[in-house]
């Protein structure tokens, strides 16, 4: 064991400095994801299936009490985007959305606040996101989104370089030495071309 693991060790037993490391991150996450549900609305977690929000109360989950507690901005929608696609063009993404959708609208806010993705996540090595509804402008940029993931890290959201095969993944040089993984491919080979 080096330095460094034994050093982490030793502070990650030692419990009231561990909760207060952990107090400080979790109030720095809550506060940038309170900011960027300012900005995008439609991050609010929702129920996928009844589509209310958790600032809604009862309802939020089926069965659920009369009371739910305020929504304590520790999670959004954009959670559900692997960490390297976020990094690299999450807030990105979600921008030229909004733009889309008020230039869809009929003049009204209302659009952006019933807008809202059901579901983030990745498939096949590449972002898939499915909207409540969409329009032509909408998909444009999911589309332009979805093509990107295949060119970036799924891990530190660096340009891919490598793919694993089976569990079809992009990442870069550095990210894939660190996967435990044994088909690993450049991207050339992962295409079948080599790229022009």
Known sequence: MNAVDKN???????EKHYDDYEDNIDQEVKEANKKLVERF??????????????????????????????????????????????????????????????????????DVEDWYPIQIKEKFGSLRFYPIWS???IDKVIVKYEKLSLETCIKCGAP???????????????????IKYDKVVPKETFFGKEKE
Do not use: H, V
Not at 172 to 178: F, G, L, Q, S, V
């Open 135 to 137: 329009t032509e402008e």
């Open 41 to 110: 609305p439609f991050l609010i977690p929702r129920n996928a299936w009844s589509g209310k929000k958790i600032t809604e109360g009862a309802g939020f989950w089926p069965g659920s009490p009369d009371e739910i507690p305020e929504y304590d901005y520790e999670y959004t929608a954009l959670d559900d985007m692997p960490k390297g696609w976020r990094k690299a063009f999450g807030e990105q993404m979600c921008e030229e959305l909004k733009d889309a959708l008020e230039r869809s609208g009929d003049g009204m806010d209302d």
């Open 160 to 178: 891919a370089t490598k793919y694993t095969i089976g569990w079809i993944s992009p990442y870069c040089d550095e990210c894939a030495k660190k």
């Open 8 to 14: 982490m060790i030793d502070t990650m037993t030692n």
